[in-house]
């Protein structure tokens, strides 16, 4: 079981957490709970740090925020004990976690898991930290923002569990945002593949390395909500969605659980911004000179179009960057001018991805001739186009990002009927 920020945030509602725990273990389960420091901690210890030095020293860093998660972690093993649970907190050296590569971004290699599991097969329910591990050189380290969910799943790996279940403040995974269409609908289950290209195009359920972990070592995960009454039926008589490979999916499938959709969801991105490089010779390498100092910089680049080339052997090369690394890709480019030979640079933060995903779409033509066509009749201008093998992805004015994904989601049949809505 994992428990975000905003579920641990305070006294009062980690009692409520521990009640959902202390529910499923007294279902008869061994239970491993994983947790993140309180919301908004992080972005406190954070700001410490920055104020003691502006060019702090990452290993220190670590130090610092790792603490957010050992508070909670304590905090949830306390309120289980005054339940009359059993439980005991493992903090990330101590199971241990080992991780590789840099500090606050650390990737997990192992978890020694012997005395964990011999711990909870007397009985004892494991809280273990999230987000934190420990280096080569046996130092804290952290996995960068959002690694709790990696850590849960991690954790859940190496113990061989049954299911993760992701506890969060939306009680399951919905064909696309329901602050924007009232009519979405909480899907039964997704696959990891799906669930994956959501993650990565703005679906903010899960983050995207933790999905792809599970994918990985085939861990089954279920997204689910902590907001729920005290007197709420557990999470297996209740389930959110779950997260499964697409065998597991054609299960559900075939028993009728879920209808068959060759669209499983659309998911919205209003952090990208668009860059137009002008008159980029039309010549062998022209684009990896764009794109390597960009790559070297850490900036992601996402839709790419290379227009059709000018008279004079030019051509302008269009692409997205992150929001916030527009100013730093901006600054590259500008260095580079002679180097790459283009002429302007020509940029616009006013705009949005809107990507329609399904794993039907590997078998089914026409899922993007629907998608053009709907948007076209509303009258929205498409400024690029991207895909994959289960995603089809435009960019629009940011504008008219809600009415898009609207009008995509009735083109997809995907509106819950008046009695489910």
Same mark, same amino acid.
């Given at each position: 079981?994992?428990?975000?920020?905003?579920s641990?945030?305070?006294t009062?509602?980690?009692?409520?957490v521990?009640?959902?725990?202390?529910?499923?273990?007294?279902?008869?389960h061994?239970?491993a709970?994983?947790?993140?420091?309180?919301?908004g901690?992080?972005?406190r210890l954070?700001?410490f740090c920055?104020?003691a030095?502006?060019l702090?020293?990452p290993?220190?860093?670590d130090?610092?925020?790792?603490?957010?998660?050992q508070?909670t972690?304590g905090?949830?093993?306390?309120?289980?004990?005054?339940?009359g649970?059993k439980?005991?907190?493992?903090l990330g050296w101590?199971?241990p976690?080992?991780?590789?590569?840099?500090?606050?971004?650390a990737?997990?290699?192992d978890?020694d898991s012997?005395?964990?599991?011999a711990?909870?097969?007397?009985g004892?329910?494991?809280?273990?930290?999230?987000f934190?591990?420990?280096?080569?050189?046996?130092r804290v380290t952290?996995?960068?923002?959002g690694?709790?969910?990696?850590?849960a799943v991690a954790?859940?790996?190496?113990?061989?569990?049954?299911?993760?279940?992701?506890?969060t403040?939306?009680?399951?995974?919905?064909t696309?945002?329901p602050?924007?269409?009232?009519?979405a609908?909480?899907?039964?289950?997704?696959?990891y593949?799906e669930?994956?290209?959501?993650?990565?195009?703005?679906?903010?359920?899960l983050?995207?390395?933790?999905?792809?972990?599970?994918?990985k070592?085939?861990v089954r995960?279920?997204?689910?909500?902590?907001?729920?009454?005290?007197d709420?039926?557990?999470?297996?008589e209740?389930?959110? =969605?779950?997260?499964v490979?697409? !065998?597991? #999916?054609?299960?559900?499938? +075939?028993r009728g659980?879920m209808? /068959?959709?060759?669209v &499983?969801g659309?998911?919205h991105d209003?952090n990208?911004?668009k860059v137009?490089?002008?008159?980029v010779?039309?010549?062998?390498?022209a684009?990896a000179?764009?794109?390597?100092?960009?790559a070297?910089?850490?900036?992601n680049?996402?839709?790419i179009?290379?227009n059709?080339?000018?008279?004079k052997?030019?051509?302008?090369?269009t692409f997205?960057?992150?929001?916030?690394?527009?100013?730093?890709a901006?600054?590259?480019?500008?260095?580079?001018?002679?180097?790459i030979?283009?002429n302007?640079i020509?940029?616009?933060?006013?705009i949005?991805?809107i990507?329609v995903?399904?794993?039907g779409?590997?078998?089914?033509?026409?899922?993007?001739?629907?998608?053009?066509k709907?948007?076209?009749?509303?009258g929205i201008?498409?400024q690029?186009?991207? =895909?994959?093998?289960?995603?089809? !992805?435009? #960019?629009?004015?940011e504008? +008219?990002t809600?009415l898009?994904? /609207?009008v995509?989601? &009735?083109?997809?049949?995907?509106?819950?009927s008046?009695?489910?809505?």
């Amino acid at each position: 079981m994992k428990f975000g920020g905003t579920s641990m945030a305070g006294t009062e509602r980690i009692r409520r957490v521990a009640n959902i725990v202390r529910k499923q273990a007294a279902g008869g389960h061994e239970v491993a709970v994983v947790v993140s420091a309180m919301a908004g901690e992080t972005d406190r210890l954070v700001n410490f740090c920055r104020e003691a030095n502006p060019l702090y020293d990452p290993a220190e860093y670590d130090v610092v925020v790792a603490s957010g998660e050992q508070v909670t972690s304590g905090l949830l093993a306390l309120t289980l004990q005054a339940l009359g649970c059993k439980a005991r907190s493992w903090l990330g050296w101590q199971l241990p976690i080992h991780t590789i590569e840099a500090h606050a971004k650390a990737r997990i290699e192992d978890i020694d898991s012997e005395a964990l599991l011999a711990s909870m097969a007397a009985g004892e329910i494991a809280v273990i930290p999230g987000f934190q591990g420990l280096g080569h050189d046996n130092r804290v380290t952290t996995l960068g923002r959002g690694g709790s969910d990696t850590s849960a799943v991690a954790v859940a790996a190496a113990i061989g569990a049954d299911r993760c279940d992701i506890y969060t403040d939306v009680d399951g995974v919905y064909t696309t945002d329901p602050r924007i269409v009232a009519k979405a609908r909480k899907l039964k289950a997704v696959t990891y593949e799906e669930m994956l290209e959501l993650a990565s195009v703005g679906a903010k359920v899960l983050q995207t390395r933790s999905v792809g972990l599970a994918m990985k070592e085939g861990v089954r995960v279920q997204v689910l909500s902590s907001f729920i009454g005290d007197d709420a039926v557990p999470a297996d008589e209740i389930p959110g =969605t779950m997260i499964v490979s697409e !065998s597991e #999916m054609e299960e559900i499938l +075939e028993r009728g659980e879920m209808e /068959r959709q060759h669209v &499983t969801g659309i998911a919205h991105d209003k952090n990208e911004a668009k860059v137009i490089l002008t008159r980029v010779p039309d010549r062998p390498g022209a684009v990896a000179h764009i794109f390597e100092p960009l790559a070297a910089a850490s900036i992601n680049v996402d839709m790419i179009i290379q227009n059709v080339g000018r008279d004079k052997g030019e051509t302008d090369v269009t692409f997205t960057v992150p929001m916030a690394d527009l100013a730093r890709a901006q600054a590259l480019l500008e260095d580079r001018r002679e180097e790459i030979g283009f002429n302007r640079i020509i940029t616009d933060s006013k705009i949005a991805k809107i990507s329609v995903v399904g794993v039907g779409m590997k078998s089914h033509a026409g899922v993007a001739a629907t998608m053009f066509k709907a948007l076209a009749e509303r009258g929205i201008n498409i400024q690029a186009i991207s =895909t994959s093998e289960i995603k089809v !992805s435009v #960019m629009i004015d940011e504008d +008219e990002t809600e009415l898009a994904v /609207r009008v995509l989601h &009735t083109a997809y049949g995907l509106d819950a009927s008046d009695e489910a809505a």
